[in-house]
């Protein structure tokens, strides 16, 4: 029947960034119960039953040493999940089980730290393997002769669907190393390297190897560590004899730390024309659908097919989430509100896990007959080959074996399956080899080198206590100070592999020169000098001449090569005075933002400026990015962060969002991409361009190029927003409006009447209330007439009209007019209440109608506003970010101004226009009474009189309203002001 995996979820404290927010707790414990409280909704609140539910929120202090220790029984420290689940782990790896540990959860949620921990607070991974070398040397104190223990290690990074072997310096091949299957162990990578490990010692040094690795590749490349899963295989081999007899178990402990979980449920922009790829959320998508299939069948469902074979990840996993292996997973869970939906993602995903079983067995076999096995094998395969072109008879035996079928093969299948038994055979035979040689010779090979790669270790150490040095600041603060470059002393020339001779500080990747900058260290005191047309920035800005380091400084070199200056001497003097923190990956980025202008619109401290700080942090560096790749691909592109306030999108409420605009430096054409869209093109970007650096084909049709958007894709011209107060009173709108887009800037003007009407659409000029609370009940009948546009930018040669009017799901959207840009849109739609009630007369009374118009470019744009290379073209632009005020709608007092001036020249002109109506009515009684003609009705001239004045009362009336209600906005004399006019 098997067993379940087991299932244990964690909760840590609130992190920096979720205290700054004031974020509320939605996370309780209780036993082996969490239960998550949706913050939108606190009666909603749902209930999970794991394994495990460790809360390690609070209730703890830290020691002088740094270690955290519980001060409250409920306070789950790191000895207490070892004991749990790393201790099983280790007892299963000794009976010669496979074992699997699993870390799940969003980015940031405390997963490194369960698994791995940090100083005292050592996680299951150390711990473990601690404590397997510790049983080691007892057992090999009163082993008997011939009893061998062996550990080896290998450590892996799967990306894009590419695996890394990330113990190897080596470049990894065009399309990474290939998974292959064998008959009998199932999947696994081929030519990867396993590095035989003696201590403990050993393994934190290789760990620390393949994370510095991983850590130049992934700034190399620009890849994010988040994206990427990591796989660290530890096998333990024990061979004793006992009468004679060899025997061997063997168990593989893998840990898996998964790529944030937040990246599972978007695979990019909804609509966009090209999708993030081709792969890099495939594995954690089908993960999840592995886990559903395993979860089903588990619970007796019959039939659910496992897609194992659907990701790279997945089949690697295959034992551990299905197969010979006994299987732990750990839930990393954020406590924030703002982190609901992704932590209630979390718990369903590991509830699911919970009802997989697997079926572990232990791993042992005679040695002697592992051996047997293996030449017997390699024979056969041997006699297939010499067999295979021989006609068919031979081909069909071949596929028979290899494919499990008989069958006539094509030459090509035959080849195929040729070099398959090869790759077989020259396994196996590598298998042999291995087993040929005693573990001794194996580990006197492997010291030699884990002794120079420890030393160096230990004298880097050491020299970073005294000499001046750089250390990098990554996304991933579990990739922080990973890669060090000294400043010696003399003269250190920074720049990339071209550089001849080599530099002395070598940093590949965007935007990086042969001879990018000169770092001098003359007495301790060190300066760094740019070289021409180098991109340095310095405490976020742009460093133009030589400067003097001070110990933290914050250095980018390029476009993603981000240090940290650390001067040992000056840290001294400085720690004596007050505690010395190390910056943030968030904090130099917030202080580049803050320098180009684009924290000054988000500078307050409420929680919508806090999110728009955190979105610029994470945009501004993906969009420098972007830019680079542009320049050395000369795409003839550019990008722009701008800020979209939710007014410019017709939206009362909601925060400001960060979008970017694409500008084509050749003919004046613009989009505007929202963070997901440009997101999801950036990941292509990239891997278009990891090819170009590694020389493979990497440009592609422009309909699959990610840098490329059709001039025909529709792009908002801007808006108009019409006040519906006096459709509230039943009086018509008539007007011709600005146009402007979201910085406030006019792109033409639209010609609109709202006219109210009678159900069959005819106009009824004479229906009016004195008060709105009169139509509360009654039917409302009224046109929206949009008649056309003049004056739209002459780029755009097709356009149309859309709004959403009160509860509207979908949009009203007019034709679209081809050929012109003056179209006449000659649109009606007429709009009809039974009754109407009070929410409706709200929103006539507070809201205004938002028309946006559409349009799309013409292919050559303006024509040619720009030739050459794209940096050229890019030089001419003024800055990378433009900031404008009217982003986020500029200052709010001015922009309420401009409002209202608008709102009182339009009632002012219906006032002049009832003013008119009476004083012509007033002529024609005077003309009558004049002549003493009895032509006129008096009365009904009178009533006609009063009608008119009552219109002419509405309309001060909601000018006098309005103001009271702008007054706070404006101050006493702008209000004043406004009635006076």
Known sequence: MGENVKVAVRVRPFNQRENARNAKLIISMSGSTTEISDPANKGNKKKFAFDYSYWSHDGFTEEANGYLKPTASKYADQMVVFNDLGKGVLANAWKGYNCSLFAYGQTG??????????????????????????????????????????????????????????????????????????????????????????????????????????????????????????????????KTVADGQSMTKTSSINLVDLAGSERADSTGATGDRLKEGSAINQSLSTLGNVIKALADLGSGKKGAQVPYRDSVLTKLLKNALGGNSKTIMIAALSPADINYDETLSTLRFADRAKSIKTQAMINESP???????????????????????????????????????????????????????????????????????????????????????????????????????????????????????FADKGKSRVGNKTAEPPADIQLNGLNLLKEHAIVTNKKDTVTIAPCHGAKIVLNGEDLKVEKLLHHNDRVLFGSNHLYVFSHPKEYAKLAKKKKVEPPTYEDAQAEMAKNVGLMKLAKGKSAEDLLLQEDLIEMMPMVNEANAMSEELDKKVKFDIELISPQARGQQGGRTEVCV?????????????????????????????????????????????????????????????????SLAYLIEVEENLAITDFKGQEQGHLSIAINPCNKDGKDNEDD???????????????????????????????????????????????????????????????????????????????????????????????????????????????????????ATGGDAATSEKEKLMIEL?????????????VSKIRSLIQDAKGKKKNTLQLKDVEESLRQNSHRLRAAVRMIQQMNRARSDNLGQNTSQACILQ
């Open 109 to 238: 949620s405390g997963k490194s730290y369960s698994m791995v921990g940090y100083g005292t607070n050592k996680g299951i991974v150390p711990i473990s393997c601690e404590e397997l070398f510790k049983g080691i040397e007892e057992k090999r104190k009163n082993a008997e002769k011939g009893n061998e223990y062996q550990v080896t290690l290998t450590m892996l990074e799967i990306y894009n669907e590419q695996v890394r072997d990330l113990l190897s310096s080596k470049s990894a091949p065009k399309g990474g190393l290939k998974v292959r299957q064998h008959p009998s162990k199932g999947f696994y990578v081929d030519g990867v390297i396993v590095a035989p490990v003696d201590s403990y010692a050993d393994i934190d040094g290789k760990i620390q190897e393949g994370t510095r690795n991983r850590t130049v590749a992934a700034t190399n490349m620009n890849a994010t560590s988040s994206r990427a899963h990591t796989i660290v295989t530890i096998n333990f081999t024990q």
């Open 367 to 485: 040695t002697d007959k592992l051996i047997r096995e293996l030449r017997e094998e390699n024979l056969r395969l041997q006699e297939m080959l010499k067999g295979g072109g021989g006609g068919g008879a031979a081909a069909a035996a071949a596929g028979a074996v290899a494919a499990g079928q008989v069958a006539s093969q094509s030459s090509e299948e035959i080849e195929e399956m040729k070099r398959t038994m090869e790759e077989q055979m020259k396994k196996n035979q590598e298998e042999l080899e291995m087993m040929k040689q005693t573990w001794e010779q194996r580990m006197n090979e492997a010291n030699a080198t884990n002794q120079q790669s420890n030393e160096q270790q230990k004298q880097q150490t050491e020299k970073m206590k005294t000499i001046p040095h750089f250390w990098n600041l990554n996304p991933d603060p579990a990739l922080n100070g990973m890669v060090v470059h």
């Open 661 to 725: 605009k694409v500008r084509n430096l050749e003919n004046g054409n613009e989009w505007m991409w929202d963070r997901n869209k440009f997101i999801n093109r950036k990941y292509l970007m990239q891997e278009m361009y990891q090819n170009f650096i590694e020389g493979n084909d990497w440009d592609v049709a422009k309909e699959q190029d990610p840098f490329w958007e059709p001039a025909n894709s529709e792009v908002l011209i801007g808006s108009v927003h019409i006040y519906l107060q």
């Open 768 to 886: 009016f209330v004195e008060d709105p609370d009169e139509l509360i009940g009654k039917s409302l009948y009224f046109k929206v007439c949009i008649i056309h546009a003049r004056g739209l930018p002459v780029k755009f040669n097709k356009s149309f009209c859309q709004f959403k009017f009160y509860l509207d799901d979908k949009y009203t959207i007019t034709e679209e007019v081809t050929g012109t840009s003056n179209p006449d849109f000659k649109y009606e739609k007429l709009f009809s209440f039974k009754a109407v009630t009070k929410q409706l007369l709200e929103y006539l009374s507070t809201s205004p109608l938002v028309i946006e118009i559409w349009g799309r470019q013409k292919e050559e744009g303006l024509g040619k506003v720009g030739t050459g290379p794209t940096k050229a073209l890019m030089a001419r632009e003024k800055t990378v970010y433009k900031v404008n005020k009217g």
């Open 905 to 917: 020249s339009m009632y002012k002109r219906r006032a002049e226009r009832s003013e008119a109506k």
